[in-house]
């Protein structure tokens, strides 16, 4: 079975730092990992995504993550972090192995970010 | 590109009655379609995965006979929430991957159900 574990429920950074948003997988076989961020009562938006290739992947509103397979890693970087970027993150993982309708994502617990001013 | 689009955005309804909510890929094919619920600051859990003319495959726990789920086109999959109770209140959000979509899913604005 696939999990994800995003160990922060919640993240508080000052804006214009640094941000970090934790994730780790636990999957079979070679991992498709998935960033999503959701804003109140709406839906998820697609961040970023790693399938194969660079380790480091660099997504929408200046997010990047790094792939990291010894840790089965997967966090949520960004270099100056903006009051807007304060939401709820998910991070989630699928199984390349997976085929069909069976290709389904499992998600980490979300984490809520809050950027203050 | 690939917009999924959920109606309603939200629905106050009387115990005991049904509900549809319906999910349409505006500008794509979706051979797949998934159905989420999610409470109040947690996770996505899935309910049900469907194929465009087939049955969908409920999660365990999930009442089949509770949520019932068409997805009779390409286009469009709905989740009838059937005699509705007020522990089925929550946010339902669908989500679609298109024919030659191999690693993306596109989500929903979402459904937020209020049943009273």
């Known amino acids: 079975a696939q999990s994800v574990a995003q160990p922060e429920d919640q993240v508080n950074v000052a804006e214009g730092n640094p941000l970090t948003v934790k994730c780790t997988y636990s999957v079979s076989g070679n991992p498709y990992l998935f960033w999503y961020v959701q804003y109140p009562n709406r839906g998820l938006q697609f961040l970023l995504k790693?399938?194969?290739?660079?380790?480091l992947v660099k997504g929408s509103y200046g997010f990047e993550a790094e792939f990291n397979k010894s840790q089965t890693s997967f966090h949520l970087k960004k270099p100056s972090a903006l009051v807007s970027d304060s939401a709820l993150y998910f991070c989630?993982?699928?199984?390349?192995?997976?085929?069909?309708?069976?290709?389904?994502?499992?998600f980490g617990s979300g984490t809520q970010l809050t950027v203050l001013p | 590109g690939a917009v999924v689009s959920q109606h309603p955005s939200w629905v106050i309804c009387k115990s005991g009655t049904s509900v549809k909510i319906e999910c349409r890929s505006l500008d794509f094919q979706a051979t797949t379609m998934f159905w989420y619920r999610q409470f109040p600051k947690q996770s996505l859990m899935l309910m049900a995965t469907?194929?465009?003319?087939?049955?969908?495959?409920?999660e365990q726990g999930v009442e089949k006979d509770k949520f019932l789920i068409n997805h009779a086109s390409l286009t469009l999959s709905t989740l009838t929430v059937t005699s509705a109770h007020p522990e089925d209140s929550s946010f339902y959000i669908c989500s679609a991957r298109g024919i030659k979509d191999q690693y993306e899913q596109y989500f929903g604005p979402g459904t937020r159900l209020t049943v009273t």
């Open positions: 790693y399938i194969t290739g660079d380790n």
């Open positions: 469907s194929n465009e003319g087939s049955k969908a495959t409920y």
């Open positions: 989630a993982v699928r199984n390349s192995f997976s085929s069909g309708s069976a290709r389904q994502l499992t």
